[in-house]
């Protein structure tokens, strides 16, 4: 698999830049362009001007962005940088985001000299949303200004210089300059490096220094600080405890792969289990990335995790507290047409039985969709009960049936349902689980359950994931 295909599904530099006719576009990157024997126009990525160069002339031919920026500042390559974009928009389509009326506000911590995911993330929504931009170097901030008075988009960014004094993220800007504000994500690209000085350079197993494939760019005060991105990060899980649900998601970009681990157990410590994470690959280049939210009516388990699915050894989110997701193959690939009509199927039969489905995320290139069921009672387990209790005039609501959950041959598992005045032989071997239901209807749901549609080679798996609710997560398997 390339490495490309890694990307975000959306990321439209999945598909490499054809720089043959990006160089008829703009002249000016003959100058770092060069032709190989073969006639291909190729680009060389360890040097700066041609990455400066190479991001300026796409921002402008795919976004419409001006971007200047000062010499030896951080220059922001787009790949990276949609990834993280394209992850946000899914996270605001578990929030819902897209259904409100009022802007979407969101705060980019470090928007250094370019300010470029406030640029992106305005335009990329259309103008739906909104940013603060907090910078600490005072020469960024004027630069990251400039950006903005460049395109026009005065009215939809607001670059604020970080305060000195307290030495705070994100607490004074919130409190002294939107005390009343609320917002709907935070975002950060921190700096990655001990200023310290250790560790400048990536090493590979065996200690020795890697070649950088890419030209670095960006200044020591740009990419270091003090304890590194731990440290850093650490100090926006501390403020979030403070501000909670003032922010409702919280997300940062992550540098290093130990350092994802680190920050896991960080929020664990901090009993913050409503947590996203991803992986951002990029040609040859990796970030993680993490998200966590105080807001009940936010459920991160439910974003996507497309780029995560297709890397290996990571695994975010794994300690949640709902436990692993129940998983089956539903269909050979064979048998169904796409991904679409396996979620048609599905939604119909959901709702055929009063369970409530909201589709949450589905692209027509992804091979993963994501479904968000609630169930106010149950409704699939005890139906024949209920045609009896119909007869008799019994109370549905109440009836109290049994569930017998049991292993098959082929290790999937099969829920059928017993009453418990006619009780089914047991097999020989058969190791059973038992539990008992009571379906009374109140408001809170009874179940909210993530269903997340998997096409893979085998065909159409399903994976369900308990959310909440007071059926707890054993009704999960019977839904299963
Ligand atoms: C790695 S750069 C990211 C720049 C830009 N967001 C990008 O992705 O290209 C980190 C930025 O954070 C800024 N920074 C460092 N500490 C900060 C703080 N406490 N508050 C705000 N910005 C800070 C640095 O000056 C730098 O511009």
Request: charged share 25%.
């Amino acid at each position: 698999m390339a490495v490309n295909d890694f990307m975000h599904p959306r990321n439209r530099y999945r598909q490499k830049p054809n720089f043959r006719q990006l160089v008829k576009l703009y002249p000016e990157l003959n100058e770092v362009a060069s032709v190989d024997i073969s006639g291909k126009v190729k680009l060389d990525y360890r040097n700066k001007h041609a990455v400066h160069l190479l991001s300026k002339c796409l921002l402008l031919r795919d976004f419409g962005l001006k971007l200047e920026l000062p010499p030896n500042k951080l220059v922001p390559t787009l790949p990276l940088r949609l990834n993280y974009i394209h992850w946000l928009e899914d996270i605001g389509a578990v929030a819902r985001w897209e259904e409100r009326k009022d802007p979407v506000r969101g705060i980019d911590i470090g928007c250094g000299a370019s300010c470029i995911y406030p640029l992106l993330a305005v335009v990329q929504s259309n103008k739906r949303w909104h940013m603060v931009a907090i910078e600490k170097a005072t020469d960024s901030v004027e630069s990251a200004k400039a950006n903005v008075i460049r395109n026009k988009l005065q009215s939809y960014i607001n670059v604020k210089a970080q305060k000195q004094e307290g030495n705070t993220i994100l607490l004074d800007v919130m409190q002294q300059d939107f005390p009343n504000e609320r917002f709907d994500f935070c975002m950060c690209n921190p700096p990655f490096f001990d200023s310290s000085g250790k560790a400048m350079q990536p090493q590979d197993r065996t200690g020795r220094r890697r070649e950088p494939s890419n030209a670095s760019t960006g200044s020591i005060e740009e990419l270091c600080t003090e304890g590194g991105e731990v440290t850093f990060i650490s100090q926006i899980i501390d403020e979030s405890v403070q501000l909670k649900d003032r922010i409702s998601v919280y997300t940062t970009m992550i540098g290093h792969k130990k350092s994802f681990d680190t920050i896991q157990r960080v929020l664990n410590n901090a009993s913050i289990h409503n947590t996203a994470g991803s992986r951002f690959c990029q040609g040859n280049t990796t970030r993680w990335a993490v998200a966590w939210s105080f807001d009940d009516k936010v459920s991160l388990s439910l974003v996507p995790n497309e780029q995560m699915a297709n890397c290996k050894n990571v695994s975010p989110g794994k300690k949640k507290p709902t436990g692993k997701p129940f998983s089956h193959r539903l269909f050979e690939l064979s048998e169904v047409e796409s991904i679409k009509s396996v979620q048609e199927r599905i939604v119909t039969k959901l709702r055929s039985i009063d369970i409530d489905v909201r589709t949450v995320i589905a692209s027509n290139q992804a091979k993963e969709m994501m479904l968000e069921l609630t169930a106010r009672e149950n409704t699939w387990s005890h139906q024949r009960r209920k045609r009896r209790a119909g007869i008799t005039g019994t109370s549905p609501q109440k009836a109290e049936v049994t569930i017998m959950s049991s292993k098959n041959g082929n290790g999937t598992t099969e829920c059928q349902e017993y009453n418990n005045d006619r009780k089914r032989p047991r097999l020989e071997g058969e190791k059973d689980e038992e539990c008992s239901l009571t379906s009374d209807r109140t408001d809170d749901p009874y179940i909210r359950v993530a269903l997340q549609i998997l096409q893979k080679d085998d065909g159409y798996h399903v994976a369900l994931q308990f959310l909440a609710g007071r059926a707890g997560k054993d009704a999960v398997n019977q839904i299963l």
